[in-house]
DNA sequence: CCAGAATGCGAGCGACCGCTCGTGTTTGTC
DNA sequence: GACAAACACGAGCGGTCGCTCGCATTCTGG
């Protein structure tokens, strides 16, 4: 909702204790132009990338002009910007909070599988995400708000996670966060790249290995390590 | 090493029947001078990724004049085309045909752990194929290489996976092939992003997914499933 | 030794990109 | 209806990028 607020301090730096932004009043006619805005530019950006999407092929797909463009957002990184957070709320109001408590009492199979469905049907209702998460290509500071994005997500994962394994280090649950993201995208990306049966098996496939990732962990929480002995159970 | 080939038929078609590419007779200091653009390229690529690396900035690294990239390349995807080529060939020479050939008496772990190590030592001497293979950031075909590469990868892993579940339908073979090559590729991002002993933690990790993922698979292998009745072994 | 091929240079062309600015139109307010 | 603010336009500015071209230099075969 900060769509406006570099442009004035352009020219000449403000006065210093300007810092109250003037929210710049908007007509009803401005917040569709920048709802279209974000639609167009999620869809360009969904078919050609960040770095490539011009925003005058943004304006051309909103059926507007450059300059009007540049009226709702100062410069091409905000679109991202505006466009990744309105994602996070989307998120947020999507999700609710269900997904931070999770009963231990639940097996694992289940949260796992309820988590990953939720987090597949977001991701295929808004193709962006995708597009923002994985490749920004950054141009070398995007990763400002990008980092806000992938922050927020490990956050999420290591809440659902620290109900699962209460009594592992810190670090050890950060890591294992990490993993899973990882191991969430790497699955998310076959999985948009499949149709129908296929696309479903994938989804399994990811539940699968996730699932058994975590078992084994899991598994430390009763004091049995059930694995044939594999390397380390707690890495490092 | 088809280095040469676009550029003479640019201009006008060449004559039907001239496919024969007269080869272009390089000299020694030729030689060297593609070998330090390729190397410059590797660097810029590395740091800058593909798009936004200039030519003009992978010359300037090289220490030569645009004019000398373009005596030796046609364009720029060549330079990428041509180092992925080279890196499959280094590839190809460093892990020999000792990757192919499985003992399906070998525990599962030491084949994946000597898989992912090697792999993992690969990709760390050359950075490059990360960033080639990674976030290529297609600006519309160099797919056509990329997915060389790319598929080259899968036929590999497909060969080592089919000694480990040689009764396994084709399709679900190649599934759990792009399933290990986009588990492993989500490992070894967080793999380069770690350095000294949390780097080694997560390389672990890496190992836990897989074998933890393919074992169950293997377990078919032998008549028996193991797991706790979790969703479908043998996917869709 | 010399003709011609291979190599090397670097200013600059054309295209596109992010973004601006002067100008005109719509909208809300009194 | 008058006036200002918000909105809309689109030519075009400054810059970069991929790539070219004319010309100088170095190598090599005869």
């Known amino acids: 909702m900060f769509v406006n607020r570099v442009r004035e301090s352009w020219g000449k730096r403000v006065a210093e204790s300007q810092e109250k932004e003037q929210p710049r009043r908007r007509q009803a006619r401005g917040e569709r132009r920048i709802a279209q805005l974000l639609e167009a530019a999620a869809s360009v950006f969904c078919t050609t990338g960040y770095t490539a999407a011009s925003t005058n092929a943004i304006a051309r797909e909103a059926g507007v002009s450059p300059g009007t463009l540049y009226q709702f957002f100062p410069n091409k990184e905000a679109i991202a910007i505006e466009l990744g957070d309105r994602l996070m709320h989307e998120m947020r109001d999507t999700f609710g909070e269900a997904l931070a408590p999770v009963d231990p009492a639940t097996p694992l199979e289940e949260a796992v599988g309820a988590a990953v469905d939720r987090f597949i049907a977001f991701n295929c209702d808004h193709p962006v995400f995708f597009a923002l998460m994985h490749g920004p290509d950054i141009p070398g500071h995007i990763a400002e708000e990008h980092d806000a994005l992938h922050a927020t997500l490990l956050a999420r994962i290591e809440g ?13 649950l950060t890591r294992t966060a990490h993993m899973c993201l990882g191991l969430y995208k790497a699955g998310l990306e076959l999985v948009l790249g499949h149709e129908g049966a296929e696309r479903d098996a994938y989804v399994q496939e990811l539940k699968h290995v996730l699932i058994r990732y975590l078992e084994p962990l899991v598994g430390d929480r009763l004091g049995r390590v059930e694995g044939s002995g594999a390397g380390a159970t707690a890495a490092r």
């Open 160 to 172: 659902l996670l620290s109900s699962l394994l209460p009594d592992s280090p810190p670090a050890d």
